[in-house]
């Protein structure tokens, strides 16, 4: 492609949240005086007594954790949304109100406090997909219910309070802001293109397939995207147009589990440590909207790092214009994960 160059000063489009990213590779080479984030290297305890995920713990609303063991759910003690939230209107345009109206869910990945989803077996793993696809499914048939986002905030550095290995669910009655602008994005797209999917069509694209795969199988690929907004984020994207968990068959879940599992150790090895990591599964929203049917999964990895000590944040520029600024060229990013032997990892 004559318009891509070395990743110096080049804005690139992401056509899914309908926003330019700045590629800036050579603001990597700036003497850096910043933020140093060293990795922990005191072993967690396999149970912790007071960790509130850990089995067999009362947690601070007196509720004991029955001792289980694999993947497990509960209702958040803190919740950011409610059912119950109190019916609060108001249509001012200067000052609208509405009730935050929802479920969240905690997912503990684990009975085992010092896990993460890299050291799981493969048993393990596929019990956390079955988790994610129940909660999904039965989140999803909720009267009211407009989005489930199933995510993983992993680690300190990205304001983690408990390591216990544990991923969360915002279930809202709204579509959130982002689903808003994807479900739009992909509407927009199959309207202008006969139909076709607009995450397909950037998987499929000549440049994606030959710069920007960082492996695939049968059913996913893992890929760096082109307008990546963070250096080495990736997605993890079906290999057909699939809208969410609860339309894929067994062999595509087992698939996810084991590609989730390859990226996450993928990334410890890249950052040399237990690498901390935002991780999104974008499944379609709940709500019946007719434009649902163009809306393709995708699993996003975040990572908060730009190298093993260097956190990346969103300072000023960002802050203010919403236009990220990454400091790894995409196809780089992509070519040093390719180059990670998974095997190595322990
Ligand atoms: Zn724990």
Same mark, same amino acid.
């Given at each position: ?111 085992? =406090? ?92 000549? =440049? ?73 599964? =974008? ?64």
């Amino acid at each position: 492609m004559s318009t891509l160059n070395d990743g110096a000063w080049q804005r690139r489009w992401q056509p899914l949240l309908q926003q330019w990213v700045l590629i800036s590779a050579r603001s990597a080479a700036r003497p850096w005086s910043g933020a140093v984030s060293k990795a922990t290297t005191t072993p967690a305890p396999e149970h912790d007594p007071y960790c509130y995920l850990c089995p067999r713990v009362t947690r601070a609303n007196g509720v004991q954790n029955p001792n289980y063991s694999g993947a497990f759910a509960f209702d958040n003690d803190f919740p950011s949304l409610s059912m119950q939230a109190p019916d609060t209107h108001n249509t001012d345009p200067l000052l609208g109100v509405a009730p935050a109206k929802g479920y969240c869910r905690v997912l503990c990945w684990s009975e085992r =406090h010092d896990a993460t989803l890299a050291s799981l077996d493969p048993a393990e793993l596929k019990g956390v997909v079955q988790l994610w696809r129940d909660e999904y499914a039965r989140l999803a048939a909720q009267p009211g219910i407009g989005n489930v986002l199933i995510f993983e905030n992993k680690g300190t550095e990205i304001g983690v309070s408990n390591l216990h290995p544990h991923g969360q669910i915002y279930a809202t009655d709204f579509v959130t802001d982002t689903a808003t602008r994807m479900r739009s994005a992909q509407a927009n797209w199959a309207l202008e293109n006969a139909g076709s999917s607009l995450l397909q069509s950037l998987l499929s694209h000549k =440049h994606t397939q030959a710069a920007c795969i960082i492996e695939k199988d049968e059913y996913f690929s893992v890929m760096v995207p082109f307008a990546a907004r963070f250096a080495y984020e990736s997605w993890i994207v079906p290999n057909r147009h699939v809208s969410s968990l609860s339309e894929m068959h067994k062999a595509e879940l087992d698939s996810l589990a084991i590609l989730y599992q390859r990226q996450v150790r993928r990334y410890d090895l890249l950052f040399n440590r237990v690498a901390p990591n935002v991780s999104l599964l =974008h499944n379609v929203p709940t709500d019946n909207h007719q434009d649902n049917v163009h809306w393709c999964f995708h699993l996003a990895f975040h990572p908060p790092l730009r190298d093993p000590e260097k956190l990346k944040y969103l300072a000023g520029f960002e802050s203010a214009a919403n236009n990220i600024v990454n400091p790894v060229r995409p196809e780089d990013a992509a070519a040093r994960m390719r180059e990670i032997d998974v095997s190595t990892w322990c």
